[in-house]
Protein backbone atom coordinates (compact mmCIF):
# COMPACT_ATOMS: atom_id res chain seq x y z
CA UNK A 1 0.00 0.00 0.00
CA UNK A 2 2.88 2.64 0.89
CA UNK A 3 4.95 1.42 -1.61
CA UNK A 4 1.97 2.13 -4.28
CA UNK A 5 1.33 5.54 -2.60
CA UNK A 6 4.83 6.55 -3.08
CA UNK A 7 4.97 5.28 -6.98
CA UNK A 8 1.57 6.76 -7.69
CA UNK A 9 2.56 10.30 -6.36
CA UNK A 10 5.99 10.15 -8.15
CA UNK A 11 4.07 8.79 -11.38
CA UNK A 12 2.13 12.47 -10.90
CA UNK A 13 5.09 14.48 -10.79
CA UNK A 14 6.13 14.52 -14.47
CA UNK A 15 2.06 14.94 -14.86
CA UNK A 16 2.18 18.20 -12.82
CA UNK A 17 5.27 19.67 -14.88
CA UNK A 18 3.99 18.83 -17.90
CA UNK A 19 0.35 20.30 -17.82
CA UNK A 20 1.49 23.53 -16.05
CA UNK A 21 4.21 23.88 -18.69
CA UNK A 22 1.40 23.68 -22.14
CA UNK A 23 -0.79 26.16 -19.89
CA UNK A 24 2.02 28.43 -19.23
CA UNK A 25 4.00 28.74 -23.00
CA UNK A 26 -0.17 28.83 -24.08
CA UNK A 27 -0.54 31.82 -21.63
CA UNK A 28 2.70 33.62 -21.89
CA UNK A 29 2.71 33.39 -25.95
CA UNK A 30 0.10 35.37 -26.52
CA UNK A 31 0.56 38.44 -28.09
CA UNK A 32 0.34 41.71 -26.95
CA UNK A 33 2.24 43.45 -23.92
CA UNK A 34 0.11 43.54 -20.56
CA UNK A 35 2.74 46.09 -19.32
CA UNK A 36 2.58 47.77 -22.01
CA UNK A 37 -0.98 47.63 -21.65
CA UNK A 38 -1.15 49.57 -18.77
CA UNK A 39 -1.01 52.76 -20.05
CA UNK A 40 -3.47 51.87 -22.44
CA UNK A 41 -2.96 54.45 -25.13
CA UNK A 42 -0.95 57.00 -23.45
CA UNK A 43 2.92 57.37 -24.62
CA UNK A 44 5.42 55.91 -22.38
CA UNK A 45 9.36 55.79 -21.57
CA UNK A 46 9.98 52.45 -22.95
CA UNK A 47 12.74 52.36 -20.30
CA UNK A 48 9.73 52.43 -17.49
CA UNK A 49 8.31 49.14 -18.97
CA UNK A 50 11.85 47.76 -18.97
CA UNK A 51 12.52 48.67 -15.40
CA UNK A 52 8.79 47.19 -14.49
CA UNK A 53 9.18 44.02 -16.79
CA UNK A 54 12.41 43.41 -15.12
CA UNK A 55 10.54 44.27 -11.43
CA UNK A 56 7.99 41.16 -12.18
CA UNK A 57 10.99 39.03 -14.58
CA UNK A 58 9.21 39.25 -17.55
CA UNK A 59 12.85 40.46 -19.31
CA UNK A 60 13.77 36.55 -18.38
CA UNK A 61 13.56 34.01 -21.16
CA UNK A 62 10.24 31.81 -21.25
CA UNK A 63 11.98 28.94 -19.41
CA UNK A 64 13.52 30.92 -16.99
CA UNK A 65 10.62 32.38 -16.31
CA UNK A 66 8.81 29.20 -15.73
CA UNK A 67 11.33 27.89 -13.16
CA UNK A 68 11.17 30.68 -11.38
CA UNK A 69 7.09 30.10 -11.05
CA UNK A 70 7.93 26.47 -10.65
CA UNK A 71 9.93 27.23 -7.51
CA UNK A 72 7.26 29.70 -6.19
CA UNK A 73 4.72 27.45 -6.09
CA UNK A 74 6.16 25.58 -3.88
CA UNK A 75 6.39 28.30 -1.21
CA UNK A 76 2.87 29.04 -1.90
CA UNK A 77 3.65 31.85 -4.22
CA UNK A 78 1.29 31.54 -7.38
CA UNK A 79 3.06 35.02 -8.95
CA UNK A 80 1.73 38.60 -8.96
CA UNK A 81 -1.44 40.31 -11.06
CA UNK A 82 0.51 42.98 -12.66
CA UNK A 83 -2.29 45.35 -13.10
CA UNK A 84 -3.28 45.68 -9.62
CA UNK A 85 -0.11 44.13 -7.75
CA UNK A 86 -1.93 41.77 -5.56
CA UNK A 87 -0.29 38.82 -5.37
CA UNK A 88 -2.27 36.11 -7.46
CA UNK A 89 -2.55 33.96 -4.64
CA UNK A 90 -4.89 36.06 -2.04
CA UNK A 91 -7.04 36.84 -5.41
CA UNK A 92 -7.59 33.09 -5.72
CA UNK A 93 -8.39 33.09 -2.05
CA UNK A 94 -11.26 35.31 -2.25
CA UNK A 95 -12.82 33.30 -5.18
CA UNK A 96 -11.90 29.61 -3.77
CA UNK A 97 -14.31 29.39 -1.02
CA UNK A 98 -17.60 30.44 -3.54
CA UNK A 99 -16.48 28.21 -6.00
CA UNK A 100 -15.81 25.08 -3.64
CA UNK A 101 -19.39 25.54 -1.95
CA UNK A 102 -21.19 25.92 -5.28
CA UNK A 103 -18.98 22.51 -6.66
CA UNK A 104 -19.70 20.87 -3.21
CA UNK A 105 -23.12 21.44 -3.17
CA UNK A 106 -23.76 20.49 -6.68
CA UNK A 107 -21.56 17.23 -6.02
CA UNK A 108 -23.73 16.08 -3.39
CA UNK A 109 -26.83 16.66 -5.67
CA UNK A 110 -24.61 14.36 -8.23
CA UNK A 111 -24.04 11.86 -6.15
CA UNK A 112 -27.41 11.70 -3.91
CA UNK A 113 -30.22 12.05 -6.78
CA UNK A 114 -28.04 9.87 -9.33
CA UNK A 115 -27.22 6.94 -7.37
CA UNK A 116 -30.50 6.46 -6.00
CA UNK A 117 -32.02 7.28 -9.24
CA UNK A 118 -29.72 4.82 -10.84
CA UNK A 119 -30.28 2.41 -8.59
CA UNK A 120 -34.42 2.53 -9.06
CA UNK A 121 -33.35 2.51 -12.65
CA UNK A 122 -31.84 -0.67 -12.49
CA UNK A 123 -33.76 -2.02 -10.55
CA UNK A 124 -36.52 -1.90 -12.74
CA UNK A 125 -35.05 -2.26 -16.00
CA UNK A 126 -37.06 -1.93 -19.24
CA UNK A 127 -39.88 -0.94 -17.04
CA UNK A 128 -41.90 2.29 -17.54
CA UNK A 129 -39.27 4.14 -15.09
CA UNK A 130 -36.42 3.00 -16.43
CA UNK A 131 -37.80 3.80 -19.54
CA UNK A 132 -37.99 6.91 -18.39
CA UNK A 133 -35.16 7.36 -16.88
CA UNK A 134 -33.37 6.53 -20.41
CA UNK A 135 -35.03 9.48 -22.07
CA UNK A 136 -34.70 11.84 -18.96
CA UNK A 137 -30.94 11.40 -18.95
CA UNK A 138 -30.24 11.50 -22.54
CA UNK A 139 -32.19 15.28 -22.15
CA UNK A 140 -30.04 16.26 -19.78
CA UNK A 141 -26.85 15.18 -21.28
CA UNK A 142 -27.58 16.93 -25.16
CA UNK A 143 -28.69 19.93 -23.97
CA UNK A 144 -25.74 22.44 -22.94
CA UNK A 145 -25.57 23.78 -19.71
CA UNK A 146 -25.63 27.12 -21.34
CA UNK A 147 -28.93 26.57 -22.15
CA UNK A 148 -30.37 24.47 -18.98
CA UNK A 149 -29.30 27.78 -17.09
CA UNK A 150 -31.30 30.27 -18.93
CA UNK A 151 -34.23 28.19 -19.45
CA UNK A 152 -34.00 27.82 -15.76
CA UNK A 153 -33.47 31.00 -14.65
CA UNK A 154 -36.55 31.71 -17.16
CA UNK A 155 -38.53 29.97 -15.74
CA UNK A 156 -38.29 29.66 -12.24
CA UNK A 157 -36.82 32.91 -11.70
CA UNK A 158 -38.66 35.25 -14.18
CA UNK A 159 -42.51 33.35 -14.86
CA UNK A 160 -42.78 31.43 -11.17
CA UNK A 161 -40.68 34.29 -9.29
CA UNK A 162 -39.19 31.31 -6.80
CA UNK A 163 -35.56 31.89 -7.08
CA UNK A 164 -33.41 35.47 -7.45
CA UNK A 165 -31.92 35.13 -11.10
CA UNK A 166 -28.89 35.52 -9.86
CA UNK A 167 -26.65 35.10 -7.09
CA UNK A 168 -26.58 37.82 -4.19
CA UNK A 169 -25.14 36.17 -1.64
CA UNK A 170 -23.12 33.00 -2.09
CA UNK A 171 -23.51 31.83 1.39
CA UNK A 172 -27.42 31.50 1.34
CA UNK A 173 -28.96 27.79 0.72
CA UNK A 174 -31.30 29.36 -1.75
CA UNK A 175 -29.60 31.56 -3.79
CA UNK A 176 -26.96 28.85 -4.72
CA UNK A 177 -29.41 25.81 -5.27
CA UNK A 178 -30.38 26.53 -9.06
CA UNK A 179 -26.58 27.31 -10.35
CA UNK A 180 -26.07 24.25 -8.29
CA UNK A 181 -28.70 21.71 -9.94
CA UNK A 182 -27.60 22.91 -13.26
CA UNK A 183 -23.74 22.69 -12.72
CA UNK A 184 -24.29 19.40 -11.71
CA UNK A 185 -26.88 17.89 -14.16
CA UNK A 186 -24.34 16.81 -16.49
CA UNK A 187 -22.85 14.72 -14.13
CA UNK A 188 -26.41 13.55 -12.86
CA UNK A 189 -26.85 11.94 -15.91
CA UNK A 190 -24.26 10.14 -16.15
CA UNK A 191 -23.76 8.77 -12.33
CA UNK A 192 -27.81 7.64 -13.42
CA UNK A 193 -26.70 5.86 -16.23
CA UNK A 194 -23.51 4.25 -14.73
CA UNK A 195 -25.19 2.98 -11.72
CA UNK A 196 -27.81 1.41 -13.68
CA UNK A 197 -26.29 -0.29 -16.05
CA UNK A 198 -23.68 -1.46 -13.14
CA UNK A 199 -26.30 -2.68 -11.24
CA UNK A 200 -28.46 -4.43 -14.10
CA UNK A 201 -24.63 -6.49 -14.83
CA UNK A 202 -24.68 -7.26 -11.20
CA UNK A 203 -28.20 -8.35 -10.53
CA UNK A 204 -27.38 -11.28 -13.01
CA UNK A 205 -24.17 -12.51 -10.96
CA UNK A 206 -23.68 -15.91 -9.61
CA UNK A 207 -23.16 -13.98 -5.83
CA UNK A 208 -26.40 -12.50 -6.20
CA UNK A 209 -28.67 -15.36 -6.72
CA UNK A 210 -26.41 -16.91 -4.08
CA UNK A 211 -27.58 -14.30 -1.73
CA UNK A 212 -31.03 -14.48 -2.65
CA UNK A 213 -31.03 -18.40 -2.31
CA UNK A 214 -29.83 -18.24 0.98
CA UNK A 215 -32.80 -16.23 2.29
CA UNK A 216 -30.92 -12.90 2.88
CA UNK A 217 -33.55 -10.21 3.33
CA UNK A 218 -34.00 -8.30 -0.07
CA UNK A 219 -32.88 -4.82 1.96
CA UNK A 220 -29.64 -6.78 2.81
CA UNK A 221 -29.07 -8.04 -0.89
CA UNK A 222 -29.44 -4.91 -2.51
CA UNK A 223 -28.29 -2.25 0.17
CA UNK A 224 -25.02 -4.92 0.95
CA UNK A 225 -24.18 -6.88 -1.71
CA UNK A 226 -25.51 -5.48 -4.71
CA UNK A 227 -24.53 -1.95 -3.95
CA UNK A 228 -20.94 -2.36 -2.59
CA UNK A 229 -20.34 -4.05 -5.64
CA UNK A 230 -22.34 -1.62 -8.42
CA UNK A 231 -20.17 1.14 -6.96
CA UNK A 232 -17.13 1.12 -8.23
CA UNK A 233 -17.23 2.71 -12.00
CA UNK A 234 -19.71 5.34 -9.78
CA UNK A 235 -16.74 6.19 -7.73
CA UNK A 236 -14.65 6.05 -10.39
CA UNK A 237 -16.59 8.99 -12.52
CA UNK A 238 -17.46 10.92 -9.13
CA UNK A 239 -13.72 11.09 -8.15
CA UNK A 240 -13.03 12.85 -11.63
CA UNK A 241 -16.11 14.47 -11.78
CA UNK A 242 -15.44 17.07 -8.61
CA UNK A 243 -12.37 18.69 -10.70
CA UNK A 244 -14.28 19.13 -13.81
CA UNK A 245 -17.21 20.54 -11.85
CA UNK A 246 -14.38 23.63 -9.91
CA UNK A 247 -13.41 23.46 -13.84
CA UNK A 248 -16.67 23.62 -15.66
CA UNK A 249 -17.93 26.30 -13.09
CA UNK A 250 -17.26 29.33 -15.95
CA UNK A 251 -20.70 29.33 -17.79
CA UNK A 252 -22.47 28.84 -14.69
CA UNK A 253 -21.37 31.47 -12.71
CA UNK A 254 -21.42 33.70 -15.60
CA UNK A 255 -25.28 32.72 -15.84
CA UNK A 256 -25.80 33.22 -12.44
CA UNK A 257 -23.44 36.22 -11.32
CA UNK A 258 -21.64 34.00 -9.22
CA UNK A 259 -18.14 35.56 -7.95
CA UNK A 260 -16.28 32.65 -7.84
CA UNK A 261 -12.60 31.06 -9.80
CA UNK A 262 -14.82 30.44 -13.21
CA UNK A 263 -15.86 34.40 -13.39
CA UNK A 264 -12.11 35.27 -12.01
CA UNK A 265 -10.50 33.62 -14.60
CA UNK A 266 -12.80 34.70 -17.43
CA UNK A 267 -12.06 38.06 -16.86
CA UNK A 268 -8.43 37.64 -16.45
CA UNK A 269 -8.53 35.38 -19.95
CA UNK A 270 -9.88 38.72 -21.37
CA UNK A 271 -7.84 40.68 -19.87
CA UNK A 272 -5.02 39.07 -20.31
CA UNK A 273 -3.82 38.93 -17.19
CA UNK A 274 -1.37 35.57 -17.23
CA UNK A 275 -0.38 35.11 -14.19
CA UNK A 276 -4.14 34.42 -12.54
CA UNK A 277 -4.94 32.37 -15.05
CA UNK A 278 -2.12 29.91 -14.95
CA UNK A 279 -2.93 30.08 -11.23
CA UNK A 280 -5.91 29.03 -11.55
CA UNK A 281 -5.28 26.07 -13.93
CA UNK A 282 -2.25 25.06 -11.70
CA UNK A 283 -4.49 24.66 -8.30
CA UNK A 284 -7.27 22.56 -10.83
CA UNK A 285 -4.37 20.71 -11.91
CA UNK A 286 -3.60 19.69 -8.39
CA UNK A 287 -6.88 19.49 -7.51
CA UNK A 288 -7.10 16.73 -10.29
CA UNK A 289 -4.63 14.45 -9.81
CA UNK A 290 -4.81 14.56 -5.58
CA UNK A 291 -8.73 13.38 -6.32
CA UNK A 292 -7.36 10.78 -9.28
CA UNK A 293 -5.26 9.54 -6.03
CA UNK A 294 -7.60 9.37 -3.67
CA UNK A 295 -10.07 7.78 -5.75
CA UNK A 296 -7.39 4.96 -6.59
CA UNK A 297 -6.91 4.00 -2.81
CA UNK A 298 -10.89 4.02 -2.31
CA UNK A 299 -10.77 0.92 -4.72
CA UNK A 300 -9.84 -1.42 -2.09
CA UNK A 301 -12.08 0.29 0.20
CA UNK A 302 -15.06 -1.33 -1.87
CA UNK A 303 -13.50 -3.88 -3.48
CA UNK A 304 -11.01 -5.97 -0.96
CA UNK A 305 -10.22 -8.40 -4.06
CA UNK A 306 -7.70 -5.37 -5.58
CA UNK A 307 -4.71 -5.55 -3.76
CA UNK A 308 -1.78 -2.65 -4.30
CA UNK A 309 1.78 -3.78 -4.45
CA UNK B 1 -64.14 -0.68 -42.99
CA UNK B 2 -60.96 0.70 -42.73
CA UNK B 3 -60.22 -1.51 -39.12
CA UNK B 4 -60.97 -4.34 -41.66
CA UNK B 5 -58.60 -3.23 -44.32
CA UNK B 6 -56.07 -2.18 -41.89
CA UNK B 7 -56.01 -5.97 -40.00
CA UNK B 8 -56.18 -7.37 -43.27
CA UNK B 9 -52.69 -6.02 -43.98
CA UNK B 10 -50.70 -6.46 -41.07
CA UNK B 11 -50.75 -10.20 -41.41
CA UNK B 12 -49.85 -9.93 -45.17
CA UNK B 13 -47.21 -7.64 -44.37
CA UNK B 14 -45.98 -9.34 -41.15
CA UNK B 15 -44.74 -12.76 -42.92
CA UNK B 16 -43.15 -11.06 -45.60
CA UNK B 17 -40.71 -8.68 -43.29
CA UNK B 18 -39.49 -12.65 -42.09
CA UNK B 19 -39.16 -13.48 -45.18
CA UNK B 20 -36.64 -10.94 -46.18
CA UNK B 21 -34.65 -10.15 -42.96
CA UNK B 22 -32.77 -13.41 -42.77
CA UNK B 23 -32.32 -13.64 -46.63
CA UNK B 24 -31.29 -9.94 -46.98
CA UNK B 25 -28.16 -10.44 -44.55
CA UNK B 26 -27.22 -14.28 -45.34
CA UNK B 27 -26.05 -15.61 -48.01
CA UNK B 28 -26.45 -19.35 -47.26
CA UNK B 29 -29.70 -21.40 -46.92
CA UNK B 30 -28.97 -22.48 -43.93
CA UNK B 31 -27.77 -19.12 -40.62
CA UNK B 32 -23.94 -18.51 -42.11
CA UNK B 33 -22.51 -17.17 -39.25
CA UNK B 34 -23.12 -13.05 -39.39
CA UNK B 35 -19.97 -11.21 -38.55
CA UNK B 36 -19.86 -8.06 -35.21
CA UNK B 37 -20.08 -5.88 -37.70
CA UNK B 38 -23.35 -7.36 -39.89
CA UNK B 39 -24.86 -8.73 -36.61
CA UNK B 40 -25.01 -4.87 -35.59
CA UNK B 41 -26.02 -3.60 -38.89
CA UNK B 42 -28.77 -6.48 -38.36
CA UNK B 43 -29.63 -4.70 -35.09
CA UNK B 44 -29.44 -0.77 -35.78
CA UNK B 45 -32.07 -1.06 -38.46
CA UNK B 46 -34.76 -2.13 -35.51
CA UNK B 47 -33.64 0.11 -33.06
CA UNK B 48 -35.94 3.48 -33.48
CA UNK B 49 -33.71 5.33 -30.92
CA UNK B 50 -31.58 5.06 -34.10
CA UNK B 51 -33.93 5.39 -37.25
CA UNK B 52 -34.91 8.67 -35.38
CA UNK B 53 -31.56 9.96 -34.96
CA UNK B 54 -30.64 8.98 -38.63
CA UNK B 55 -33.12 10.96 -39.72
CA UNK B 56 -32.53 13.43 -37.85
CA UNK B 57 -28.60 13.60 -38.58
CA UNK B 58 -29.75 13.24 -42.33
CA UNK B 59 -31.26 16.90 -42.39
CA UNK B 60 -29.04 18.53 -39.97
CA UNK B 61 -26.63 17.13 -43.13
CA UNK B 62 -28.40 19.28 -45.94
CA UNK B 63 -29.39 21.74 -43.92
CA UNK B 64 -25.56 22.13 -43.38
CA UNK B 65 -24.80 21.52 -47.11
CA UNK B 66 -27.59 23.60 -48.52
CA UNK B 67 -29.34 26.05 -45.83
CA UNK B 68 -30.68 27.79 -49.56
CA UNK B 69 -33.10 24.85 -49.52
CA UNK B 70 -34.62 26.20 -46.12
CA UNK B 71 -34.83 29.84 -46.55
CA UNK B 72 -34.30 32.15 -49.30
CA UNK B 73 -33.26 35.09 -46.71
CA UNK B 74 -29.71 35.65 -45.68
CA UNK B 75 -28.82 35.17 -42.18
CA UNK B 76 -26.83 38.34 -42.24
CA UNK B 77 -29.74 40.94 -43.44
CA UNK B 78 -30.51 43.26 -40.58
CA UNK B 79 -33.67 45.11 -40.80
CA UNK B 80 -34.09 47.77 -38.14
CA UNK B 81 -37.38 48.41 -38.48
CA UNK B 82 -38.28 44.71 -38.04
CA UNK B 83 -38.06 45.00 -33.41
CA UNK B 84 -37.10 42.14 -31.56
CA UNK B 85 -39.82 43.01 -29.35
CA UNK B 86 -42.46 42.01 -32.48
CA UNK B 87 -43.48 38.52 -31.13
CA UNK B 88 -42.78 35.25 -33.99
CA UNK B 89 -45.87 34.60 -36.35
CA UNK B 90 -45.76 31.08 -35.30
CA UNK B 91 -48.52 30.23 -38.15
CA UNK B 92 -45.99 31.00 -40.81
CA UNK B 93 -44.01 27.80 -40.94
CA UNK B 94 -40.78 28.21 -42.57
CA UNK B 95 -41.33 31.81 -43.29
CA UNK B 96 -38.68 34.52 -42.36
CA UNK B 97 -40.77 35.58 -40.10
CA UNK B 98 -41.51 32.53 -38.10
CA UNK B 99 -39.19 32.02 -34.98
CA UNK B 100 -39.40 36.46 -34.89
CA UNK B 101 -36.76 38.22 -35.31
CA UNK B 102 -33.06 38.97 -33.32
CA UNK B 103 -32.04 42.37 -31.89
CA UNK B 104 -30.01 43.49 -35.15
CA UNK B 105 -33.53 42.57 -36.78
CA UNK B 106 -32.15 39.15 -38.49
CA UNK B 107 -34.13 36.40 -39.04
CA UNK B 108 -33.95 34.15 -36.67
CA UNK B 109 -35.25 31.30 -38.68
CA UNK B 110 -32.62 32.37 -41.21
CA UNK B 111 -29.93 32.28 -38.71
CA UNK B 112 -30.73 29.05 -36.97
CA UNK B 113 -31.01 27.31 -40.99
CA UNK B 114 -27.12 28.61 -41.44
CA UNK B 115 -25.79 28.02 -37.90
CA UNK B 116 -26.04 23.98 -38.57
CA UNK B 117 -23.04 24.37 -41.02
CA UNK B 118 -20.83 25.31 -38.57
CA UNK B 119 -22.00 23.06 -35.69
CA UNK B 120 -21.54 20.04 -38.34
CA UNK B 121 -18.49 20.88 -39.60
CA UNK B 122 -16.79 21.20 -35.96
CA UNK B 123 -18.25 18.19 -34.44
CA UNK B 124 -17.00 16.02 -38.02
CA UNK B 125 -14.01 17.50 -38.10
CA UNK B 126 -12.79 17.43 -34.48
CA UNK B 127 -13.83 13.73 -34.20
CA UNK B 128 -12.17 12.41 -37.53
CA UNK B 129 -9.17 13.98 -36.10
CA UNK B 130 -9.06 12.91 -33.02
CA UNK B 131 -10.03 9.63 -33.30
CA UNK B 132 -7.22 9.48 -36.28
CA UNK B 133 -4.46 10.78 -34.20
CA UNK B 134 -5.52 9.26 -30.82
CA UNK B 135 -6.10 5.89 -32.30
CA UNK B 136 -3.06 5.94 -33.57
CA UNK B 137 -1.33 6.91 -30.21
CA UNK B 138 -3.44 4.82 -28.35
CA UNK B 139 -2.16 2.13 -30.99
CA UNK B 140 1.50 2.28 -30.50
CA UNK B 141 0.99 2.66 -27.01
CA UNK B 142 -1.19 -0.48 -26.41
CA UNK B 143 0.57 -2.28 -29.16
CA UNK B 144 4.60 -2.05 -27.98
CA UNK B 145 4.02 -1.58 -24.38
CA UNK B 146 7.06 -1.65 -22.18
CA UNK B 147 9.02 1.85 -21.71
CA UNK B 148 7.44 3.47 -25.05
CA UNK B 149 3.93 2.98 -23.66
CA UNK B 150 5.05 4.38 -19.95
CA UNK B 151 6.19 7.69 -21.78
CA UNK B 152 3.42 8.04 -23.77
CA UNK B 153 1.09 6.96 -21.07
CA UNK B 154 2.57 9.86 -19.10
CA UNK B 155 2.08 12.80 -21.86
CA UNK B 156 -1.90 11.01 -22.36
CA UNK B 157 -2.04 12.16 -18.78
CA UNK B 158 -0.55 15.26 -18.98
CA UNK B 159 -3.24 16.67 -21.63
CA UNK B 160 -6.05 14.85 -19.64
CA UNK B 161 -4.97 16.45 -16.78
CA UNK B 162 -5.51 20.24 -18.19
CA UNK B 163 -9.33 21.11 -18.07
CA UNK B 164 -10.84 20.70 -21.56
CA UNK B 165 -12.91 23.59 -21.27
CA UNK B 166 -10.60 26.01 -19.92
CA UNK B 167 -7.65 24.66 -21.85
CA UNK B 168 -9.68 25.27 -25.12
CA UNK B 169 -10.21 28.94 -24.16
CA UNK B 170 -6.86 29.80 -23.22
CA UNK B 171 -6.09 28.35 -26.82
CA UNK B 172 -8.10 30.09 -28.66
CA UNK B 173 -7.92 33.46 -26.61
CA UNK B 174 -4.61 33.40 -28.62
CA UNK B 175 -6.46 34.61 -32.03
CA UNK B 176 -8.07 37.49 -32.93
CA UNK B 177 -10.55 36.42 -35.43
CA UNK B 178 -11.22 32.29 -35.04
CA UNK B 179 -12.55 30.41 -37.81
CA UNK B 180 -14.05 27.29 -38.02
CA UNK B 181 -10.88 25.40 -38.11
CA UNK B 182 -9.08 27.44 -35.76
CA UNK B 183 -11.72 25.94 -33.19
CA UNK B 184 -11.61 22.38 -34.83
CA UNK B 185 -7.62 22.73 -34.41
CA UNK B 186 -8.08 23.73 -30.38
CA UNK B 187 -10.63 21.41 -29.72
CA UNK B 188 -8.77 17.90 -31.04
CA UNK B 189 -5.65 19.54 -29.76
CA UNK B 190 -7.51 19.03 -26.33
CA UNK B 191 -9.86 16.01 -27.07
CA UNK B 192 -7.32 13.40 -28.08
CA UNK B 193 -7.16 12.05 -24.77
CA UNK B 194 -10.13 10.05 -24.70
CA UNK B 195 -10.00 8.31 -27.60
CA UNK B 196 -6.50 7.39 -27.33
CA UNK B 197 -7.10 6.02 -23.95
CA UNK B 198 -9.91 3.63 -25.63
CA UNK B 199 -7.93 2.78 -27.80
CA UNK B 200 -4.84 1.47 -25.77
CA UNK B 201 -6.98 -0.81 -23.70
CA UNK B 202 -8.79 -2.26 -26.71
CA UNK B 203 -5.72 -2.64 -28.23
CA UNK B 204 -3.84 -4.69 -25.22
CA UNK B 205 -7.13 -6.92 -24.70
CA UNK B 206 -6.96 -7.54 -28.27
CA UNK B 207 -3.10 -8.22 -29.21
CA UNK B 208 -3.30 -11.09 -26.15
CA UNK B 209 -5.48 -13.28 -28.39
CA UNK B 210 -4.55 -15.89 -30.00
CA UNK B 211 -5.30 -15.16 -33.35
CA UNK B 212 -2.71 -12.73 -32.68
CA UNK B 213 -0.17 -14.58 -31.44
CA UNK B 214 -0.97 -17.53 -33.89
CA UNK B 215 -0.10 -14.78 -37.43
CA UNK B 216 2.69 -13.40 -35.07
CA UNK B 217 3.83 -17.25 -34.87
CA UNK B 218 3.26 -17.48 -38.73
CA UNK B 219 6.00 -14.57 -39.40
CA UNK B 220 3.49 -11.98 -40.03
CA UNK B 221 4.83 -8.59 -39.88
CA UNK B 222 4.32 -5.77 -37.21
CA UNK B 223 2.17 -3.49 -39.69
CA UNK B 224 0.22 -6.71 -40.99
CA UNK B 225 -0.85 -7.56 -37.58
CA UNK B 226 -1.82 -4.36 -36.90
CA UNK B 227 -3.70 -3.65 -40.14
CA UNK B 228 -5.36 -6.58 -40.29
CA UNK B 229 -5.54 -8.28 -37.22
CA UNK B 230 -5.75 -5.90 -34.35
CA UNK B 231 -7.40 -2.92 -36.25
CA UNK B 232 -10.11 -4.44 -36.84
CA UNK B 233 -11.14 -6.46 -34.12
CA UNK B 234 -9.86 -3.43 -31.17
CA UNK B 235 -11.87 -0.98 -33.13
CA UNK B 236 -15.70 -1.21 -32.09
CA UNK B 237 -15.25 0.70 -28.31
CA UNK B 238 -13.36 3.27 -30.23
CA UNK B 239 -16.08 4.01 -32.50
CA UNK B 240 -18.69 4.14 -29.59
CA UNK B 241 -17.06 6.77 -27.82
CA UNK B 242 -16.08 8.80 -31.16
CA UNK B 243 -19.91 8.71 -31.69
CA UNK B 244 -20.85 9.80 -28.29
CA UNK B 245 -17.90 12.43 -28.62
CA UNK B 246 -19.09 13.68 -31.32
CA UNK B 247 -22.36 15.19 -29.41
CA UNK B 248 -20.20 16.32 -27.04
CA UNK B 249 -17.88 19.23 -29.66
CA UNK B 250 -20.82 20.21 -30.86
CA UNK B 251 -22.19 21.20 -27.63
CA UNK B 252 -18.03 22.22 -26.70
CA UNK B 253 -18.06 24.54 -30.19
CA UNK B 254 -21.71 26.33 -28.76
CA UNK B 255 -20.69 26.74 -25.29
CA UNK B 256 -17.04 28.51 -26.14
CA UNK B 257 -18.84 30.50 -28.82
CA UNK B 258 -21.10 31.56 -25.99
CA UNK B 259 -18.39 32.44 -23.79
CA UNK B 260 -17.16 34.65 -26.53
CA UNK B 261 -14.06 32.25 -27.22
CA UNK B 262 -15.12 30.31 -29.66
CA UNK B 263 -16.25 31.04 -33.45
CA UNK B 264 -16.08 34.63 -34.21
CA UNK B 265 -18.84 36.98 -36.49
CA UNK B 266 -18.93 37.11 -39.53
CA UNK B 267 -19.47 32.72 -38.73
CA UNK B 268 -22.81 32.47 -38.04
CA UNK B 269 -23.16 30.20 -34.86
CA UNK B 270 -25.91 28.85 -32.47
CA UNK B 271 -23.46 29.66 -29.55
CA UNK B 272 -22.81 33.39 -30.67
CA UNK B 273 -26.59 33.54 -30.95
CA UNK B 274 -28.02 32.20 -27.84
CA UNK B 275 -25.38 34.47 -26.30
CA UNK B 276 -26.48 37.73 -28.57
CA UNK B 277 -30.00 37.16 -26.81
CA UNK B 278 -29.71 36.60 -23.12
CA UNK B 279 -29.68 39.96 -22.75
CA UNK B 280 -33.24 40.03 -23.86
CA UNK B 281 -34.24 37.03 -22.00
CA UNK B 282 -36.62 38.58 -19.58
CA UNK B 283 -38.92 40.50 -22.44
CA UNK B 284 -38.11 38.22 -25.57
CA UNK B 285 -36.96 34.79 -24.61
CA UNK B 286 -37.97 33.35 -27.82
CA UNK B 287 -34.33 35.02 -29.56
CA UNK B 288 -32.62 33.19 -27.07
CA UNK B 289 -35.02 30.08 -27.38
CA UNK B 290 -34.51 28.70 -31.09
CA UNK B 291 -30.78 28.73 -31.56
CA UNK B 292 -30.71 27.18 -28.03
CA UNK B 293 -33.01 23.97 -29.13
CA UNK B 294 -31.36 23.64 -32.25
CA UNK B 295 -27.89 22.92 -30.46
CA UNK B 296 -29.88 20.87 -28.14
CA UNK B 297 -31.51 18.72 -30.52
CA UNK B 298 -28.25 18.51 -32.88
CA UNK B 299 -26.21 16.89 -29.34
CA UNK B 300 -29.14 14.67 -28.53
CA UNK B 301 -29.67 13.07 -32.36
CA UNK B 302 -25.53 12.62 -32.03
CA UNK B 303 -25.62 11.35 -28.69
CA UNK B 304 -28.88 9.17 -29.40
CA UNK B 305 -26.90 8.08 -32.54
CA UNK B 306 -23.99 6.75 -30.25
CA UNK B 307 -26.10 4.54 -27.85
CA UNK B 308 -27.35 2.88 -30.55
CA UNK B 309 -24.58 2.06 -32.09
CA UNK B 310 -22.96 1.19 -28.50
CA UNK B 311 -26.59 -1.09 -27.76
CA UNK B 312 -25.93 -2.83 -31.41
CA UNK B 313 -21.60 -3.17 -31.34
CA UNK B 314 -21.68 -4.37 -27.16
CA UNK B 315 -22.56 -8.55 -26.61
CA UNK B 316 -22.53 -7.67 -23.18
CA UNK B 317 -25.45 -5.90 -23.56
CA UNK B 318 -27.55 -8.49 -25.27
Known amino acids: ?309 | MSDVTEAARVPAAAPDLEKNAPAGTESGPVGKPRSLWSDAWHDLRRNPLFVVSAILIFFLLVMAAWPGLFTSVSPRHGDLSTHYLKSPEYGHLFSPEWLGYDAQGRSIYARVVYGARASVIVGVAVTLLVTVLGGLFGMVAGYFGGWLDSILSRILDTFAGVPFLLGAMVVLNTFDVRTVWIVVLALAFLGWTQIARVTRGSVITTKQADYVQAAKALGAGTGRILLRHILPNAVAPVIVVATIALGGYIAAEASLSYLGIGLSEPTVSWGIDVSAGKDQLRNAPHVLLAPAVMVSITVLAFIMLGDAVRNALDPKLR
Do not use: C
Open chain 1, 1 to 309: MGRYVVRRLLQSIPVFIGATLLIFLMMYSLPGDPVRALWGEQSVDPAQIAAMKKDLGLDLPLWQQYWNYFIGLFQGDFGTQIASGRPVSEVIGEALPVTIRLALFAFTFTTLAGISLGVLAGLRADRLFDRGMLFFTLLLISVPSFVLGYVAQFVFAFKLDLLTPTVQDSEAFGDLLMPAVVLGSLSLAYVVRLTRTSIVENLRSDYIRTAIAKGLPRRRVIGVHLMRNSLIPVVTFLGTDLGALLGGAVITEGIFNVQGVGNLVYDALFRREGSTVVGIVTLLVIIYLAVSLIVDLLYAVLDPRIRYV
